[in-house]
């Protein structure tokens, strides 16, 4: 009965701000692992950002641009991207798993339905 439930996404121009959500239910985000993961067309889903207590890892590509982050009294977490790119364009995933930092698609369990950020250029 787990269901994540992303939001926020949208058309931005390149260098602005974005700020996703997911809405959990079923499961206490701050118990387990949160994750953002991204696809763009044609392309693997790749790791973007997690948290898993007071830890947090970035992919490389987005480091010093995007903080995850977590309300634990709305069960929600959050991405804020900053100084986006066209390159970020994709479909965002929220994704949850047992507690410990994985940037590997595989190992979560469960997974939202995405939501599309596009970034021109």
């Known amino acids: 009965q787990v269901q994540l439930v992303e939001s926020g996404g949208g058309l931005v121009q390149a260098g602005g701000s974005l700020r996703l959500s997911c809405a959990a239910s079923?499961?206490?985000?701050?118990?387990?692992?949160m994750g953002w993961f991204r696809q763009a067309p044609g392309k693997e889903r790749n790791f973007v950002a997690a948290i898993s207590g007071g830890s947090t890892y970035y992919a490389d590509s987005v480091k010093g641009r995007f903080t995850i982050s977590r309300n634990n009294a709305k069960n929600t977490v959050y991405l804020q991207m900053n100084s986006l790119k066209p390159e970020d364009t994709a479909v965002y995933y929220c994704a949850t798993r047992a507690r410990g930092i994985v940037t590997t698609a595989g190992e979560y369990d469960y997974w939202g339905q995405g939501t599309q950020v596009t970034v021109s250029s």
């Open positions: 079923g499961r206490t985000v701050s118990s387990y692992t």
